[in-house]
Structure formats: C-alpha cells, structure tokens
C-alpha cells in the first residue's frame, strides 16, 4: 500500500503542474467549457457524459445487486463504484456531493453448485449505466440531466456514445422506489454506512 | 479524487520520517520481528494474523459471491478485496504477490422484490476471511500457514482474534475445487481480468 500511495504522490506533481501549463498556454477554451471542465471530468460543455475508466481497479465499490433469475428484465450482477471522495463525504451528510459519479456495471449472473450452496457471480460484460450528481441544474435543456443528476448508459460495443436518449423514459423508470434516497438505492451499499 | 490523493501524499512525509526515527531509536526489535513487520503489516513475528481496515472504501474490489438460498451453508453477500498493488501484480503475470492479501466480507443477503426482478444484495455483517499470500512459506510450525498462505476468520463480536485453529480443517476444505489456480476462486473476479 505505502508503494501504491508512494507513486500516487509522484505523480500527483507532474499532473498539477500539467493543468496549470495547459490553463496558461490554452485560454482559447470558452468560459462555459472551463466551467464544466472544472464541474466533472466525465462531462463535456454540453452536458455530454462518458464512461469513466479504471474504477474496478481505484474507485470505492458500494456494492451488489444480483438478479439471479435469467427471465427477469435486470438479470445480472450490478457492481456499483464511486470515487473515494464521494464516500467519504456521503459518510459526513448523507448525501452524495456535487460531482460524484455512481457507475453500475452490470454483467451476466452464473450460477455454480458447490459444496456449501449454489454460488453466483459475474461473467461476461453486459452494459454500464452511470450518474453524475449536479447538484445547480447546469444543464436545463439537455434531456438526460435532471432530477439532480445527469443520466448514461453505455453498451459494449460503443462504450464512447450515451446510449440514452432521454433519461426520463430511459433511466428514472427504474429509479422511482428510491426517490427519497435521492433516487439511488443505498439500502445495498455497505460502504456508505 | 485529486483531493484524497494530495491529502494522502502530504501524510505520507511524516509516515516516512516516523519510521526512519522509530527504526533509528528503536532497535530493541529482534531480527525476526522486523522480517515479519516487513513482509506484512497484518502479520506479527509469530504469524498472527489481524483483520485490516478500510478495505471496503480504500482497496480494490474484486468480485462478489451470492449464495441465496438461506439453508445453504454458504449463504449471504461474500464481496472481496485486495491492495490496489496486487490487482497490478495480478495482471502481469496471472499470479498474487507475497504479501497479497484477500479479504471476504461475508454479509447476510436480502432479497426485494423490484419491477425489474427479484434483487438480492448485502446486509448485516456476518464474519470475514482473510488470506495473505506467502511465498516463502514463513511459518511452518504455525497452523494456520501453509500451502502458499496464511488463513484467518474473524468474527463481529471479536475481530482482534483470529478465530481459525487450523487451516487444514477451517479454511482449506472449501477451496480445495480452487486449488489450480492458487485456491483462490479468480473465476468470480472479473477485476483480474
């Protein structure tokens, strides 16, 4: 771990020194993309998300949902991760801090019989949904933001393009039992407590 | 995420400079202790193993067993992790570095049903695992080390100890269908792939 944190360190200078030449060196970017630049790493002018990557590997896991039953619509194992600082905050107040983003990654559920009970876990890569928490309404007339968040879904075969259209009809459908949550199901996630 | 890794690198320094003080003012430690204390900071001279914290927001997650049915001896939540630096390790050459270690959690499973299917996922805290990878094998007069690792159970009503007095007969009879890839149940892991 000390080697882990050791790296992080070194590299934290170079990244630090990186921005402040490129803030220098580049003003030709508009306010308004500065502004969403500085809001979200994962979110463009425009209010357009991508896919983070390497959060298996260095972002906090919340937890699991396993719809074993391969006739039910959400069949699969649902991973759910957000950044560390997202945690530690959530942990102060109970709620999730501008910014934060909650990706779900969601494979296929296999299901193995073994001597002490019948074992499931996940296999091959189905999608990734993912939340970003916007807690100022940035973008009023992009129709996957809303609700205090902004809305993807992405598909293997084109993890660079939000596969969702409008998240009203695509996303909050499934969203609404936890509406008092901030529509996120906490319940399932032991890290937050 | 900036943030936590800045504020980790600023407790680094002094972390550092206490051990060199600690190591200049203190050489009452015996040879064997600082072998032990260098190979793992959850193992002491004798190979008592202890519970690590903080793995749940600060390691990688690997992957999660569900066993639902709640007759099966199995059953509940089992989510696992491991150091960030072994995923890394783990990557390369598709083996766990001395000193690696596993944790599972193993949580009771609750089950809801959602419009979406019938959706399990972690609850109260039942007892943990814990493997630490041990290349040289280090404590062979020690019943709970052996075959390429140390074994430990810890319990909610007392995690200081570990409650395994033998792995042969608490831990590796349910590892043995593991036992060609290292005991370990990388099938399940989609991190290491």
Chains 1, 2 share one sequence.
């Not at 308004?32 to 998300?49: H, L, M, N, Q, R």
Request: charged share 25%; aromatic share 12%; with cysteine.
């Amino acid at each position: 771990m000390k080697g882990a944190r050791g790296r992080r360190a070194v590299i934290m200078i170079p990244i630090g020194l990186l921005a402040i030449l490129v803030g220098s060196v580049a003003p030709a970017f508009s306010r308004e993309e500065k502004k969403a630049e500085a809001f979200s790493p994962y979110v463009d002018s425009t209010g357009k998300i991508s896919l983070p990557t390497g959060f298996r590997e260095q972002w906090a896991y919340l937890g699991t949902w396993v719809v074993p039953d391969p006739k039910d619509p959400a069949t699969g194992v649902h991973d759910v991760f957000t950044q560390p600082d997202s945690v530690i905050a959530y942990k102060k107040d109970g709620r999730f801090p501008d910014g934060a983003v909650l990706v779900k990654e969601i494979r296929n559920v296999q299901a193995d019989q073994m001597t002490t009970g019948k074992a499931h876990y996940a296999q091959k890569m189905v999608h990734w949904f993912v939340m970003i928490k916007d807690s100022k309404g940035r973008f009023p007339d992009n129709p996957n933001w809303g609700d205090g968040w902004g809305w993807a879904l992405f598909k293997p075969d084109d993890p660079s393009k939000n596969a969702s259209t409008s998240y009203q009809s695509d996303c909050l459908p499934c969203h609404v039992p936890a509406k008092s949550d901030d529509w996120i199901y906490v319940r399932g996630y032991p890290t937050l407590r």
